[in-house]
């Protein structure tokens, strides 16, 4: 938790934000919900307890069963809670009153639940503008829904509040929270770099896991207990796959093989609940073949490419499309693709090797906000969402400015279905070489991740030092390990 | 998963159950929800799967976004779920057909979830019995109600089916679901002995971490990661405490310090998803006190006494009454308690010592079923539960059977906030002496845990190896770690 003074002024510049946004005299109330615990198997068997992104931001309280309430019009503060009895003190140990906790964070008036449900079906009642963000949790999602009357899908849909009467989340919401948790505070950088170090640890340790003949699960289990000693645990589910052609592979059943390679891209939550998300490709064997190097090498190549373009002005969208008319040059140079670069970038022949985008924001959230709507999070106003595979993935796209923070992923796959299928429809206009290309079945993938802050006249990237990434340099940590 | 026959014979006996609890002709159907991904922050960005425990029980498919149904009335059986498209090949790769996972549970037809909806809403129109068990989470809940029409606390609620309408939890399928899934089959046991090999293997790890200056997360990380490593992780939120007062205590930061106790209440989940749960309580400094070792011994020959009579036909209620007897007798030893043991035992004076139950049933649920309700599954017909403190919170009560798993925890905790509540309010009757007590304020509190199948003619202790337990034992183990 930071000073409370931290939460005082962001919840001082959401009011500013809001009042930009709403007219005078008729604001309305922002609520917030906190998160309960999500339940594992039965209800009281939960996952451990991890709080609502905007709420840790807002309101710094890291407990299930909070809320919390600014009057727009008054820029009234309330915070709701319960505080223990007897019974929670058994179970769960004497615990400080929420009124203390609203001192923690800036906040005089503090509450039972009770009284946040009342306050909020009597806005309603009234006509009062209620803004609320879509609500990332289940429970949440059917909570609002009883308080407000509305259908459970409407209050994960975000629109303008004056359009229909405010029947659904808030965009003026949703625009104000973005506006300030996508530009990082220095607090917030300093546990961005702290949770960045302990993901290099993360890394280190499944780069010494990966050895011929070793179990996937063992070395996800080891990484991700190197999360839950020193920080809350994986910032998401972790992928550790040979079959690194599958972009989100969440199964880890198969031995380490030689001759395979393996991605590993896994991040770790501090327990301040700051993300890192990095990705490193080893070869399972130690050294890298003639075939796997070449592509190794384009892939770091644009990995660099990237950063070293990254700054403030250019826009992440043309980031991207740097990084991948260096992969088509490249994969051009192999022989895979025929043509003019410029023509394929245009025509997104790129996402047949690389179907995602090049990176997204962070922060609170790997994906930073990505619940409140990737196109609030990611895009300008002037931007447009591609609809070509790979750069219509792009969850960051745009003008950079110091305090952003953004992953830096590129990746080159050899997808057979996916191949077979723009083979099949001749989804490639004839760039594509297909003979050639069938000889990378069963290549998988690699893709190289580095966390980066844009900086006042550039870019850094985070954590104290950067994991292994050339292939010589991953060969020689490999034979150290 | 299981053979197929698994699958087929158990639900078999199910429709088997439900034809004993309703009436011929107008059964209606059962129907089955599968859990879906549970959002960690935004949704996309998830906790590790797991499944339904009951849907893991009945069809054994271990993946998102599946539902079932059996038509009582014709034995029809039917699995729903959605077919992968190249999008979902391109993030989580080529998947076998719904078709293929029916034939591995026995379930020869399948259909889209679609067809679920239509199913289920269909019947309700219909208004033919729509039996469905109370859903652990909030998702399902929803998804019930808005199928239904049903409020969502009202899917929650159990209750007979001819009562009014069903518009509510089936309690012919609670009990019939609770008759099959409490006696534990040959392959279960199996599959519990394996959960409890990986629990000896994480409380290991945990013992060996116990020592004075290391942070407690450091200890819970580095067990987590042990049954991540080899299992599915934990069977619950692991409870490692110096506060071992407190029953759950999930905060791990602090400083193992020497002179004190730390409770380490911790059990893995197999990869087939089967619970273990132990506990065991170290000293800090590797040596008990005279005062710990006192109290130590007590509860562990409460536990030794409670296995000696868990055995078919004795009900786990008078298992617990003669555990906390004994607890009482070496209290009253100590000159803690003064007074009759049968008295104070029938005076419910143990709950102020030890104020939870013996233990509980396990299974694929660590509490197996238990957001069944917990008295459908731990009590039978003829029993009740206590109004008591420690009794009362008794969660298995029943006569034992063969095939009966279940967890034997007693516990000596000295909770100050709950001793000043019962010496201000007289709750003890005169059988406390506080003066005495006060000196075990800071004691905190111990805990001893094994889990015991009921045999044909007594009890086993599962699991290979029994972990350290007496306080000898305890002390060799930790000066050899």
Redesign the interface.
């Known amino acids: 938790m930071f000073a409370a003074s931290v939460y005082v002024s962001r919840r001082r510049a959401l009011v500013e934000q809001m009042a930009s946004r709403t007219k005078e005299g008729a604001r309305g109330i922002a609520i917030f919900l906190g998160n309960v615990e999500?339940?594992?198997?039965?209800?009281?068997?939960?996952?451990?307890?991890?709080q609502?992104?905007s709420y840790i931001y807002f309101w710094g309280i890291d407990e299930p069963g909070f809320a919390a309430m600014i009057d727009l019009d008054t820029a009234d503060e309330w915070l709701y809670g319960n505080d223990v009895d007897?019974d929670d003190?058994?179970?769960?140990?004497?615990q400080p009153t929420v009124a203390s906790k609203g001192e923690l964070v800036g906040c005089a008036k503090t509450a039972p639940m009770s009284e946040f449900f009342r306050t909020v079906t009597s806005a309603v009642a009234q006509g009062r503008p209620v803004h609320f963000l879509p609500p990332?949790?289940?429970?949440n999602?059917?909570t609002l829904a009883?308080l407000t009357g509305m259908a459970?899908s409407a209050v994960r849909k975000v629109a303008p509040m004056d359009a229909d009467g405010g029947r659904h989340a808030s965009e003026e919401l949703v625009r104000s929270v973005v506006a300030l948790r996508i530009i990082k505070e220095q607090v917030e950088i300093e546990e961005i770099d702290k949770a960045c170090d302990l993901g290099y640890l993360m890394h280190t340790t499944a780069r010494k896991g990966v050895k011929p003949g070793v179990l996937e699960?063992?070395i996800?289990?080891?990484m991700?207990?190197?999360?839950?000693?020193?920080g809350w645990g994986v910032s998401?589910?972790t992928i550790l796959s040979q079959?690194g052609e599958?972009?989100?592979?969440?199964?880890h059943h198969q031995i380490i093989t030689p001759g395979r390679l393996v991605v590993v891209d896994a991040g770790a939550e501090s327990n301040s609940h700051y993300a890192s998300d990095f990705t490193r490709t080893y070869p399972c064997s130690g050294k890298f073949t003639t075939r796997q190097r070449e592509i190794y090498d384009l892939v770091e190549q644009a990995n660099n490419l990237a950063f070293s373009i990254t700054r403030p002005g250019m826009t992440y969208y043309d980031v991207h499309l740097a990084a991948v008319g260096h992969l088509l040059d490249g994969l051009k140079a192999l022989g895979l693709v025929n043509g003019d670069v410029d023509e394929m970038v245009a025509c997104g022949i790129s996402g047949l090797f690389m179907?995602h985008g090049l990176g997204h924001n962070m922060g609170?959230?790997?994906?930073d906000?990505?619940?409140l709507g990737e196109d609030y999070v990611g895009y300008d106003d002037d931007q447009k969402r591609s609809p070509l595979l790979g750069l219509g993935n792009l969850r960051m796209a745009r003008r950079l400015c110091p305090g952003h923070v953004v992953s830096n992923e590129p990746g080159l796959y050899f997808?057979p279905?996916?191949i077979e299928?723009w083979k099949r429809e001749g989804t490639d206009k004839g760039f594509v070489n297909y003979a050639k290309l069938e000889e990378y079945y069963g290549f998988g993938g690699i893709r190289l991740e580095d966390d980066v802050l844009v900086t006042a006249d550039g870019a850094r990237r985070l954590g104290s030092k950067r994991l292994p990434i050339t292939s010589a340099e991953v060969e020689e940590a490999m034979a150290n390990d």
Do not use: C
């Open positions: 999500a339940p594992m198997a039965y209800r009281g068997n939960d996952y451990k307890f991890r609502d992104s007897m003190i058994i179970w769960m140990g004497p990332a949790r289940y429970y999602q059917m009883e459970p699960q063992e996800v289990g080891a991700e207990g190197v999360t839950l000693s020193k998401f589910p079959n599958t972009l989100h592979n969440h199964s179907p609170i959230d790997v994906h906000m990505e619940d997808i279905a996916l299928q």
